[in-house]
DNA sequence: CTTCATGCAAAACATTTGCAGCTGG
DNA sequence: CCAGCTGCAAATGTTTTGCATGAAG
C-alpha cells in the first residue's frame, strides 16, 4: 500500500481499462500524483510537468486532475481559501494533519474511524459514504522558528 | 448552549467589546449565523438580508463574516467546489454531516474526539489547535426519492 | 483514420479590495 | 463630529469551457 510504482501502475491500468489515452502529459501528471506526498496543488503539478513538456497548459492539468477524481483515483482537498491540494498516493479517506503556517499537509497514522462512522450511520439515519478528517495545527520545525 | 438569542448576545457582546459598530446590516448577518442551523452560504445569507435592507451590498456581508470569522464566532467550512458554508450557532470544531445530493448540513452529537487529537499530538509533534471532521453521505429524505 | 486530448483564450465563479460618501456612537 | 462602515465597481485567484488543431491507438 501506498508504494508508489504500484499506485502508478494502478492508475494507468485504470485509465486504459475505461479506454482513456495515456498522453506523455497524462502519464506525467499521473506519476506526479502517484509518487508525491506533498499533497500538491494543480500549480505544483504544473510547474512540475513543464520542466518535462514546456508548452502543456495549466487546463490539461486541470482537466487530467478532474478526470482522476472521478475515476477515483486521487483524493481533492479543498480549503476555504487558497487551491485544492490533491493526493493520488492513497486515494481512500484517511486523516491529514495540516501546519496553519507552512502549509504541509502529512498522513497520521490513527486509530480506525470506523466506530465513529458506525455511530454515526445509528444516530442519523445518514448513508454514510466517505468521511474527512483533518487537524490543524503548528508542525515541529514551524514550533521551532518561533 | 447553541440557544439562539444568547449566541445573538454572545456575538454583539464580542463586537462592541472590540469597539467594533453595530450597523444595521451587520445585526442583520448576525442574526442570521446566531440563529440559522442551515449553515448557510454568504449568498443565502445576502438573499436574506436584502428583504429588510434592500440596499445592502454582497461585499458587506462578505466584510461582514470575514469579521466574525476572526473574532472567532463563526466556523467556516470550505469544500472543493461551490462556495463556503458557515456556523455561527456553535463556533468550535465539531463534526458534520453532509448530504452529497441536496447539500444539507446537520450537527450529530458524537464521542469525543478528544482522545483522537491526543493520539495526533504524541505521534506527530505538531501542536494541535483546530481540527475538521465531515462524513459525507445520503441523507434518509434523499434515500428515499431514490 | 477517427476519435479523443491538447492548448489557447475567454468565461465563470467566489472572494477581495479601493475608494468616495454616509452614519453610528 | 469623524473613525469606521457601506456600496459600488474593478481586481484577483481558481477552476471551467469552447473550439480549432494535433496526436494516440
Request: aromatic share 6%; with cysteine.
Amino acid at each position: 500500500m501506498a508504494d508508489p510504482d504500484a499506485r502508478l501502475q494502478q492508475m494507468l491500468t485504470k485509465l486504459r481499462d475505461r479506454k482513456f489515452r495515456i498522453t506523455p502529459q497524462r502519464l506525467a501528471v499521473v506519476k506526479i500524483l502517484a509518487q508525491s506526498k506533498e499533497h500538491p496543488t494543480v500549480e505544483n503539478i504544473y510547474e512540475q510537468v513543464k520542466k518535462d513538456f514546456p508548452t502543456t497548459s495549466l487546463a490539461t492539468i486541470y482537466k487530467t486532475v478532474s478526470l482522476l477524481k472521478e475515476l477515483g483515483e486521487i483524493l481533492e482537498l479543498g480549503f476555504p481559501e487558497g487551491s485544492n491540494r490533491y493526493d493520488g498516493n492513497k486515494p481512500y479517506p484517511h486523516p491529514h494533519i495540516i501546519c496553519i503556517r507552512c502549509k504541509k499537509i502529512i498522513d497520521p497514522d490513527l486509530m480506525e474511524l470506523q466506530p465513529l462512522t458506525d455511530e454515526v450511520t445509528r444516530k442519523t439515519g445518514y448513508k454514510i459514504i466517505d468521511h474527512r478528517l483533518d487537524f490543524f495545527g503548528i508542525c515541529p520545525d514551524c514550533q521551532q522558528k518561533g
